[in-house]
């Protein structure tokens, strides 16, 4: 069976050496051109945001499986509570899932601004690169997911994810679309996608040279954690 890393483990300090990195995203581009849902203007020759987002909220996963408190109460949220007004939830699961492709899919998640990631078998899931990647606003509800991938996006997630209370939204106690309305005003959503726009490569691998990579950020990452270790226990290091 799997651990239990909600409920009363939804606390990071109880796992000290679980480490992760990010799953690649399904979503690629080389590294000398805009993301996918950008543009180049021929005037400016600046990036502009050309990809409508005309949902709000997008969920797609199955919800027997991980964080089931928190993935059922998404269900009930969007199919139930939002059913007058699909454009605040779209709901996609394990049938929609399968009837969809997963190019599909990634078109769903550019044509939204918040992107709903409750935790998998795992804290983390790979649906959160794909949404980064996207430029779609992940919403976490764990604080063992937020503290997932250290190296590859602690300098920048401030502005570039929304973490939600998990018991009061497991309870009920929580409206999704009220919190996100209310908490990030329509200022503020451009901010959040700018900065995921700066550092979405960090989550995909290229098979090109790319500075700003995966495989760059982790292999920075473990240069880093080694001279750290090699320094604190006191051995001398090669300059």
Same mark, same amino acid.
């Given at each position: ?48 945001? &050309? ?93 063992? &997911? ?36 209310? &908490? ?10 700018? &900065? ?44």
């Amino acid at each position: 069976s799997n651990p239990d890393f909600y409920d009363s483990k939804n606390d990071s300090t109880l796992f000290p050496n679980l480490h992760s990195i990010p799953y690649p995203s399904s979503l690629h581009w080389k590294h000398d051109q805009p993301a996918p849902w950008k543009t180049l203007n021929p005037k400016t020759h600046e990036e502009d945001t &050309t990809q409508a987002r005309n949902h709000f909220m997008l969920f797609v996963g199955a919800v027997d499986h991980g964080d089931l408190q928190v993935r059922q109460q998404i269900k009930y949220q969007c199919v139930n509570r939002y059913r007058r007004d699909p454009k605040k939830c779209t709901f996609k699961g394990r049938i929609a899932m399968k009837l969809s492709s997963r190019t599909r899919l990634q078109s769903e998640k550019m044509s939204a601004r918040f992107c709903l990631e409750p935790g998998g078998d795992s804290p983390w899931r790979k649906s959160i690169s794909d949404s980064v990647a996207s430029g779609c606003i992940p919403v976490l509800f764990s604080n063992l &997911t937020d503290a997932a991938w250290p190296w590859f996006w602690n300098d920048w997630k401030a502005t570039g994810r929304i973490l939600v209370p998990r018991h009061e939204f497991a309870q009920g106690k929580i409206d999704l679309y009220t919190l996100l309305h209310t &908490t990030m005003p329509p200022q503020l959503i451009p901010i959040f996608q700018d &900065t995921i726009d700066q550092h979405a490569r960090r989550f995909q691998y290229s098979l090109d040279e790319d500075a700003n990579d995966g495989i760059r950020i982790l292999l920075e990452g473990m240069k880093r954690e080694t001279m750290l270790r090699t320094d604190s226990q006191g051995f001398c290091r090669t300059p």
